[in-house]
């Protein structure tokens, strides 16, 4: 019986990755936890996608993992997926689905729940992402913006219900999306962790994680550089340090949030 | 509102499977009474149910020992053929996937082939203790390399290039049809005669014995097909996104790849090589019910039984008392479709 609540979300010690003979991530130790929306940032090539493709369990990786505090190998693939829900950084797709099916494949782990049961999941979410009108669409003719919606959708239908035992993972979530879908699907996720949902979530700008984040991960060369809250990670020095540009942080702007602004390069 | 709204696509599918059985049915009845000696279908149904002690009569063993079997194998083999493709096709996440096109077919006929040709001479040991079961276990051998050579040279990092994955196919069936040279030319006389019969692709060989390996075999693995649906809608996904949605890929894989060699060999041993049935059947189900398996995968089904039957009756029947062999048929009608469906654009990586 695997109990809910306390221990952490996803806890990895010793966390390292090598792929054909190169290092991409090593010695990382953290503990991510429920109620927690974490973004975790940094450069290209510092290691983010790397680090979610270990967590998942896509590529094999050293150290101890533990989710819901159970070895991560101990995890029956399709119960782990009953709890664990990834959104991609891109999905390709050639067949015709509708925006509806691919958000009730987010509903595949709980197949064994009534149909009804999973299919009122699927409207809520379709609903609170105002993707009702374009339900019936095929996802093939979407732009960009609108599929990344859709996936963001499945991943939300996949955890569905269970919100207060999952760990939701989101990769650039916000990369195709305009200021107002950008806050809207950073706001929905931020609403997930109230309900009790572990949130982590690749960002590239900086000033939109800080302002949804209770936690910041910053990655540098396949390392930790900082862990911590956002006040505390986002100074001048280490962000300067983190993406190898000379930066200003300023702290009173908006929402309480601090702003990076980046220094001309000389 | 949600129920109407999931309720529409499922009652198009019913009615859509609903229509193509009831034509498939008409198809076969027809099957069984048309030929050199024309049979009232009501007499052909009398004969059925009648059973094999209905008497001796021209028309009783006409229907049982020649059309029956026949039109039995042609059902088993278009449905299997379909079901083979609809799956390839979601393993390489391509509409474009064709046991025959991507070399599969031609691997299984390399191993039919060298088994008329050796078995006499080098795989005399194997082909004494196999007996019956000797060809589709030759043609599922060769089918299995290919289709694990293609699936190897087509993929990288886990995805699946369609331009890599169609040269591949050519290189495969150039290959394979050398090799099928080689043999050809090494030949007897009447080894020769049975060669062209496999490159050429027929259901004249069709008996009993062809039809108690094959339906039982091509059933059950449209059973499994059936069951493994939501798993492979979730492959379409792509083959993270199903990890991620707790589908046990690297098995769903081999299953695929194995299921369709299976059928392949089978579908090669007993009626040489029919392409196209593979890819029209699954692309006419998802252009008529949407591309979820658990509706279009028996619906493919039902169309490759009822298409692979059809072109069999018109290929016996249009230059009667000569036979034209099914596989020109099918390639005849199917190519042109793979042309359109190339342009058309409706695959990866096609400029829209």
Same mark, same amino acid.
């Given at each position: 019986?695997?109990?809910?609540?306390?221990?952490?979300?996803?806890?990895?010690?010793?966390?390292?990755?090598?792929?054909?003979?190169?290092?991409?991530?090593?010695?990382?130790?953290?503990?991510?936890?429920?109620?927690?929306?974490?973004?975790?940032?940094?450069?290209?090539?510092?290691?983010?996608?790397?680090?979610?493709?270990?967590?998942?369990?896509?590529?094999?990786?050293?150290?101890?993992?533990?989710?819901?505090?159970?070895?991560?190998?101990?995890?029956?693939?399709?119960?782990?997926?009953?709890?664990?829900?990834?959104?991609?950084?891109?999905?390709?797709?050639?067949?015709?689905?509708?925006?509806?099916?691919?958000?009730?494949?987010?509903?595949?782990?709980?197949?064994?729940?009534?149909?009804?049961?999973?299919?009122?999941?699927?409207?809520?979410?379709?609903?609170?992402?105002?993707?009702?009108?374009?339900?019936?669409?095929?996802?093939?003719?979407?732009?960009?913006?609108?599929?990344?919606?859709?996936?963001?959708?499945?991943?939300?239908?996949?955890?569905?219900?269970?919100?207060?035992?999952?760990?939701?993972?989101?990769?650039?979530?916000?990369?195709?999306?305009?200021?107002?879908?950008?806050?809207?699907?950073?706001?929905?996720?931020?609403?997930?962790?109230?309900?009790?949902?572990?949130?982590?979530?690749?960002?590239?700008?900086?000033?939109?994680?800080?302002?949804?984040?209770?936690?910041?991960?910053?990655?540098?060369?396949?390392?930790?550089?900082?862990?911590?809250?956002?006040?505390?990670?986002?100074?001048?020095?280490?962000?300067?340090?983190?993406?190898?540009?000379?930066?200003?942080?300023?702290?009173?702007?908006?929402?309480?949030?601090?702003?990076?602004?980046?220094?001309?390069?000389? | 509102?949600?129920?109407?709204?999931?309720?529409?696509?499922?009652?198009?599918?019913?009615?859509?499977?609903?229509?193509?059985?009831?034509?498939?049915?008409?198809?076969?009845?027809?099957?069984?009474?048309?030929?050199?000696?024309?049979?009232?279908?009501?007499?052909?149904?009398?004969?059925?149910?009648?059973?094999?002690?209905?008497?001796?009569?021209?028309?009783?063993?006409?229907?049982?020992?020649?059309?029956?079997?026949?039109?039995?194998?042609?059902?088993?083999?278009?449905?299997?053929?379909?079901?083979?493709?609809?799956?390839?096709?979601?393993?390489?996440?391509?509409?474009?996937?064709?046991?025959?096109?991507? *070399?599969?077919?031609?691997? %299984?006929?390399?191993? #039919? &082939? $060298? +088994?008329? !040709?050796?078995?006499?001479?080098? =795989?005399?040991?194997?082909?004494?203790?196999?007996?019956?079961?000797?060809?589709?276990?030759?043609?599922?051998?060769?089918?299995?390399?290919?289709?694990?050579?293609?699936?190897?040279?087509?993929?990288?990092?886990?995805?699946?290039?369609?331009?890599?994955?169609?040269?591949?196919?050519?290189?495969?069936?150039?290959?394979?049809?050398?090799?099928?040279?080689?043999?050809?030319?090494?030949?007897?006389?009447?080894?020769?005669?049975?060669?062209?019969?496999?490159?050429? *692709?027929?259901?004249?060989? %069709?008996?009993?014995? #062809? &039809? $108690? +390996?094959? !339906?039982?075999?091509?059933?059950? =693995?449209?059973?499994?097909?059936?069951?493994?649906?939501?798993?492979?809608?979730?492959?379409?996904?792509?083959?993270?996104?199903?990890?991620?949605?707790?589908?046990?890929?690297?098995?769903?894989?081999?299953?695929?790849?194995?299921?369709?060699?299976?059928?392949?060999?089978?579908?090669?041993?007993?009626?040489?090589?029919?392409?196209?049935?593979?890819?029209?059947?699954?692309?006419?189900?998802?252009?008529?019910?949407?591309?979820?398996?658990?509706?279009?995968?028996?619906?493919?089904?039902?169309?490759?039984?009822?298409?692979?039957?059809?072109?069999?009756?018109?290929?016996?029947?249009?230059?009667?008392?000569?036979?034209?062999?099914?596989?020109?048929?099918?390639?005849?009608?199917?190519?042109?479709?793979?042309?359109?469906?190339?342009?058309?654009?409706?695959?990866?990586?096609?400029?829209?």
């Amino acid at each position: 019986m695997i109990t809910a609540g306390r221990s952490p979300a996803f806890e990895a010690r010793g966390l390292g990755v090598q792929r054909a003979g190169r290092t991409l991530l090593s010695d990382l130790s953290f503990a991510l936890h429920p109620a927690q929306f974490t973004a975790l940032i940094g450069p290209n090539g510092a290691g983010k996608s790397s680090l979610i493709r270990a967590m998942t369990g896509e590529w094999p990786a050293q150290g101890d993992l533990r989710l819901f505090g159970q070895a991560r190998t101990h995890w029956p693939r399709r119960t782990l997926a009953q709890r664990v829900a990834v959104m991609p950084q891109q999905s390709t797709l050639s067949f015709d689905f509708t925006v509806r099916e691919v958000v009730a494949m987010g509903r595949l782990p709980h197949r064994h729940l009534r149909a009804a049961h999973n299919a009122a999941h699927v409207e809520a979410v379709l609903d609170e992402l105002k993707l009702t009108a374009l339900a019936a669409r095929p996802f093939t003719t979407l732009s960009g913006g609108e599929r990344q919606r859709v996936q963001f959708a499945r991943a939300l239908a996949q955890i569905a219900g269970r919100e207060e035992a999952a760990l939701l993972i989101l990769d650039e979530p916000t990369a195709a999306l305009d200021l107002a879908q950008q806050a809207a699907v950073l706001g929905l996720a931020r609403r997930r962790s109230a309900l009790g949902t572990c949130v982590l979530a690749v960002v590239h700008d900086l000033n939109l994680a800080a302002r949804y984040a209770d936690r910041v991960l910053m990655m540098q060369g396949g390392r930790l550089h900082a862990d911590g809250g956002v006040a505390s990670t986002y100074q001048a020095a280490t962000l300067s340090a983190a993406f190898g540009i000379k930066v200003d942080v300023e702290h009173t702007v908006c929402d309480g949030a601090p702003m990076v602004i980046a220094r001309r390069m000389p | 509102m949600s129920g109407g709204a999931m309720a529409s696509p499922r009652r198009t599918a019913a009615l859509a499977l609903g229509v193509a059985t009831g034509a498939l049915a008409a198809i076969a009845l027809a099957s069984v009474a048309i030929g050199a000696v024309v049979i009232a279908p009501s007499r052909v149904l009398e004969i059925i149910l009648a059973g094999l002690d209905g008497g001796q009569d021209a028309h009783t063993l006409i229907v049982w020992n020649v059309r029956l079997p026949r039109v039995l194998l042609s059902l088993a083999t278009g449905a299997g053929l379909a079901c083979a493709g609809m799956r390839m096709q979601t393993l390489f996440r391509n509409p474009l996937a064709d046991p025959a096109l991507i *070399g599969v077919s031609a691997g %299984a006929a390399l191993g #039919a &082939v $060298a +088994v008329i !040709v050796l078995g006499t001479t080098w =795989l005399h040991g194997a082909s004494q203790a196999l007996g019956v079961w000797t060809l589709p276990i030759a043609a599922f051998a060769g089918a299995l390399g290919t289709s694990l050579l293609v699936f190897t040279l087509a993929r990288r990092e886990g995805v699946v290039d369609a331009t890599t994955m169609l040269l591949c196919g050519i290189a495969v069936n150039a290959l394979s049809g050398a090799c099928i040279g080689l043999l050809t030319y090494v030949a007897t006389d009447a080894q020769l005669r049975s060669l062209t019969f496999w490159s050429l *692709g027929s259901l004249g060989a %069709a008996d009993w014995s #062809a &039809v $108690a +390996v094959s !339906v039982p075999l091509i059933a059950a =693995l449209t059973v499994l097909s059936l069951r493994w649906a939501p798993a492979l809608n979730a492959l379409l996904l792509g083959e993270t996104e199903a990890m991620h949605l707790g589908i046990r890929i690297e098995w769903l894989k081999r299953g695929i790849v194995a299921a369709t060699a299976a059928v392949a060999g089978v579908a090669v041993a007993f009626s040489g090589v029919i392409g196209f049935i593979g890819l029209v059947a699954p692309h006419l189900a998802r252009l008529l019910v949407g591309p979820d398996h658990r509706r279009a995968m028996p619906l493919a089904a039902v169309l490759g039984a009822a298409l692979l039957t059809l072109g069999d009756l018109v290929a016996r029947t249009l230059v009667r008392p000569a036979e034209l062999p099914l596989g020109i048929l099918t390639a005849l009608l199917g190519a042109p479709f793979f042309l359109w469906l190339l342009r058309s654009g409706r695959w990866p990586g096609a400029a829209r």
